[in-house]
């Protein structure tokens, strides 16, 4: 049984020069704006406010690092999730855009401690262009020891019709609710087993 002993807020970053030292295994998280990035890491971490989220999809103009502490039989372990800027939505010029993107960019094919890319989708919303032109994206560019895991959120919105269709199209599928906490624990699982081999 994994639990989360403790996670906490590290830095914000706005370019790769301000990131934390390289070193310890990251989690990097992916996805559109407004697909629930802040909410699924509380929910990982059981910590109500730990990143924040907003009701302006593409807010988050920062890459945020968060430490977290596991514990499995005793034993402590330690990685950093990583909420990165949503793509997307957000109202911003041109150029401020792609000053984002770039430092999206450079973070994503250039970090060597990135372990896994959690390419989070929305569950209501499973078939979208840019959903699949960035996992294609992230497939072309992960390296050897990098996996990308895919997580579909807001669960609980779903029909048991709309479940299976997922689960049809995409057989590994994590399907998760931030709200109800249904598949937290598998998505934690899976984390943790991608980043140090070891099942709960």
Same mark, same amino acid.
């Given at each position: ?7 906490? *807020? ?18 990097? *998280? ?23 989220? $907003? ?31 949503? *793509? ?63 997580? *579909? ?23 998760? $609710?931030?709200? $109800? ?20």
């Amino acid at each position: 049984m994994i639990k989360v002993k403790n996670a906490f *807020f590290v830095k914000s970053a706005s370019k790769m020069e301000e990131t934390t030292p390289e070193g310890m295994s990251e989690v990097a *998280f992916i996805g559109r704006s407004n697909v629930g990035k802040s909410s699924i890491i509380n929910a990982l971490t059981n910590k109500k406010g730990l990143a924040k989220s $907003s009701s302006t999809p593409g807010k988050t103009r920062l890459i945020n690092f968060f430490q977290i502490i596991l514990d499995k039989d005793g034993e402590s372990y330690h990685a950093q999730l990583v909420d990165l800027p949503g *793509f997307g939505y957000a109202k911003v010029s041109h150029s401020l855009k792609a000053e984002w993107q770039k430092n999206l960019t450079d973070y994503i094919k250039k970090r060597v401690s990135i372990r896994v890319f959690v390419h989070l989708v929305d569950s209501r919303h499973p078939f979208l262009e840019i959903d699949q032109a960035v996992h294609t994206y992230l497939s072309e560019i992960v390296r050897p020891d990098q996996t990308i895991l895919r997580i *579909f959120t807001k669960l609980d919105k779903l029909k048991q019709s709309e479940i299976s269709l997922i689960k049809k199209n995409y057989p590994d599928a994590i399907l998760v $609710s931030s709200s $109800s906490k249904k598949g937290v624990d598998k998505a934690l699982d899976a984390i943790f087993l991608t980043l140090f081999g070891a099942e709960s």
